[in-house]
């Protein structure tokens, strides 16, 4: 039999998180330095030290680096809860790219690398950046055109690329750089101190996708040099590493966005509830009632796939199809809750007077990264060619 309750301890967390956000963070999101698309770091800092305090930063981290080691199932109600502002992610620090970077370091780290870099990154001390993407033809949605490169010279390795719509660029310490190898198979992921010379911010690129510290950064690296000691895991290995960062990464996405997907759904309902047109509460207008209550099915609907996905990467499993049908369906129906939440809101929902237009905003580009919709569409339907059964175990015929 399937379980859905919580366990005890899960649902105190919940409500501990719960109450955190609404008591502390919420009524900081009119602060000066959180306005606009960009959390200041130093206001960054000021947020993590109240996480900290409250004994809520980084709970993903395992429990030597100050967190609470929290299962895949246990992230995916706290991240729910810590999305519902979209302060809470940057506060609790738990949001991209520095949990994906942190759960990356945990699984294929050394214990050196750990003690240099995950060390300070779990603590707040420091940020990150995943660098993959890259402008002019080079890796995106296909990771395979990947142009950098990285080449041997002694013990030292010499990158040479360039990379773009890298979040948290500004600020960040360090910088995991995906380069191919340029005389050898494969790709390689380097953990290099982003301060390292060759290494040069271009520009801060303007997006729609805000609430991410230090933006999203185009960068040059010209024979950027670094150790061996640089190299994270096996040379040539980085694409399945990639993998290991990936799956669980676009689940968490799903998580805080379905935060924010329900924080922009309240605001809607609320409004509806005593907002009076042509006679009768908003919420009374059967066109109005029944895109609220599409929203609820759609929030609730992406919970369940979210636990699921998050149950079977706690049982060990892959999941790399699972992940990609939730991840579709996360960012495509948490979209449709925050285009509903505008439209019930009328005017008000285009203005910056309700959180709902940062909200509607962000929501968008999660169908773009950790990789685009059609996509993982096209890997699932690869995979349903490749096999006489459907995907989910059932015959076709
Ligand atoms: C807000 C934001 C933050 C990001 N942060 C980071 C980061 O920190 N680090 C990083 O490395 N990258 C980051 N990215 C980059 C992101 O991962 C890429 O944008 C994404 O992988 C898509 O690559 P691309 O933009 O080059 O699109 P392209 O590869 O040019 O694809 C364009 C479109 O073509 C379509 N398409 C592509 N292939 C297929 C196919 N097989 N079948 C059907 N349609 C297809 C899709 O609709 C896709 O959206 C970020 C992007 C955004 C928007």
Same mark, same amino acid.
């Given at each position: 039999?399937?379980?859905?309750?919580?366990?005890?301890?899960?649902?105190?967390?919940?409500?501990?998180?719960?109450?955190?956000?609404?008591?502390?963070?919420?009524?900081?999101?009119?602060? $000066?330095?959180?306005?606009?698309?960009?959390?200041?770091?130093?206001?960054?800092?000021?947020?993590?030290?109240?996480?900290?305090?409250?004994?809520?930063?980084?709970?993903?981290?395992? %429990?030597?680096?100050?967190?609470? #080691?929290?299962?895949?199932?246990?992230?995916?109600?706290?991240?729910?809860?810590?999305?519902?502002?979209?302060?809470? $992610?940057?506060?609790?620090?738990?949001?991209?790219?520095?949990?994906?970077?942190?759960?990356?370091?945990?699984?294929?780290?050394?214990?050196?690398?750990?003690?240099?870099?995950?060390?300070?990154?779990?603590?707040?001390?420091?940020?990150?950046?995943?660098?993959?993407?890259?402008?002019?033809? *080079?890796?995106?949605?296909?990771?395979?055109?990947?142009?950098?490169?990285?080449?041997?010279?002694?013990?030292?390795? /010499?990158?040479?690329?360039?990379?773009?719509?890298?979040? #948290?660029?500004?600020?960040?310490?360090?910088?995991?750089?995906?380069?191919?190898?340029?005389?050898?198979?494969?790709?390689?992921?380097?953990?290099?101190?982003?301060?390292?010379?060759?290494?040069?911010?271009?520009?801060?690129?303007?997006?729609?996708?805000?609430?991410?510290?230090? #933006?999203?950064?185009?960068?040059?690296?010209?024979?950027?040099?670094?150790?061996?000691?640089?190299?994270?895991?096996?040379?040539?290995?980085?694409?399945?590493?990639?993998?290991?960062?990936?799956? $669980?990464?676009?689940?968490?996405? &799903?998580?805080?966005?379905?935060?924010?997907?329900?924080?922009?759904?309240?605001?809607?309902?609320?409004?509806?509830?005593? @907002?009076?047109?042509?006679?009768? @509460?908003?919420?009374?207008?059967?066109?109005? #009632?029944?895109?609220?209550?599409?929203?609820?099915?759609?929030?609730?609907?992406? @919970?369940?796939?979210?636990?699921?996905?998050?149950?079977?990467?706690?049982?060990?499993?892959?999941?790399?199809?699972?992940?990609?049908?939730?991840?579709?369906? &996360?960012?495509?129906?948490?979209?449709? /809750?925050?285009?509903?939440?505008?439209?019930?809101?009328?005017?008000?929902?285009?203005?910056?007077?309700?959180?709902?237009?940062?909200?509607?905003?962000?929501?968008?580009?999660?169908?773009?990264?950790?990789?685009?919709?059609?996509?993982?569409?096209?890997?699932?339907?690869?995979?349903?060619?490749?096999?006489? %059964?459907?995907? *989910? *175990?059932? %015959?076709?015929?």
């Amino acid at each position: 039999m399937i379980d859905f309750s919580l366990p005890p301890e899960l649902a105190e967390l919940q409500a501990r998180v719960r109450s955190f956000i609404v008591g502390e963070i919420i009524p900081l999101e009119e602060d $000066p330095r959180a306005r606009g698309d960009h959390v200041d770091d130093g206001f960054r800092r000021y947020l993590n030290a109240i996480a900290r305090k409250a004994g809520l930063l980084a709970p993903q981290a395992e %429990r030597r680096w100050g967190g609470l #080691g929290l299962s895949h199932l246990a992230r995916a109600v706290v991240f729910e809860e810590a999305g519902y502002s979209p302060l809470g $992610p940057v506060a609790m620090h738990l949001h991209a790219p520095d949990e994906g970077n942190m759960h990356l370091l945990e699984t294929v780290a050394t214990e050196e690398q750990k003690q240099h870099w995950l060390k300070p990154l779990a603590g707040g001390e420091i940020r990150s950046a995943f660098l993959m993407t890259e402008p002019d033809g *080079g890796a995106g949605a296909d990771p395979d055109n990947l142009r950098t490169t990285a080449r041997r010279d002694g013990t030292n390795f /010499v990158i040479n690329g360039r990379k773009w719509l890298i979040t #948290g660029g500004h600020g960040a310490a360090l910088y995991i750089i995906m380069a191919r190898m340029a005389e050898e198979d494969g790709a390689t992921m380097f953990l290099a101190d982003a301060d390292t010379p060759g290494i040069e911010r271009v520009r801060e690129i303007s997006t729609m996708a805000g609430g991410f510290t230090g #933006g999203h950064a185009e960068v040059k690296l010209e024979n950027v040099r670094v150790g061996s000691d640089a190299v994270l895991g096996e040379v040539g290995k980085g694409f399945a590493y990639a993998q290991v960062r990936l799956v $669980p990464a676009r689940l968490t996405h &799903c998580m805080r966005w379905l935060g924010a997907a329900r924080r922009a759904h309240d605001i809607a309902a609320a409004y509806a509830r005593q @907002r009076w047109a042509f006679g009768a @509460r908003l919420v009374e207008h059967q066109g109005v #009632g029944f895109q609220l209550a599409d929203n609820e099915i759609d929030l609730h609907m992406a @919970r369940l796939a979210i636990w699921h996905v998050a149950w079977l990467l706690d049982r060990g499993e892959r999941a790399n199809a699972a992940s990609s049908m939730v991840k579709v369906f &996360c960012s495509e129906a948490e979209y449709r /809750v925050a285009d509903r939440a505008l439209q019930v809101l009328g005017g008000l929902g285009v203005t910056t007077d309700t959180r709902v237009e940062a909200i509607f905003r962000g929501i968008r580009a999660f169908r773009i990264y950790d990789g685009p919709s059609e996509v993982h569409r096209w890997a699932l339907a690869r995979r349903i060619a490749r096999t006489d %059964r459907a995907v *989910g *175990g059932a %015959r076709g015929n």
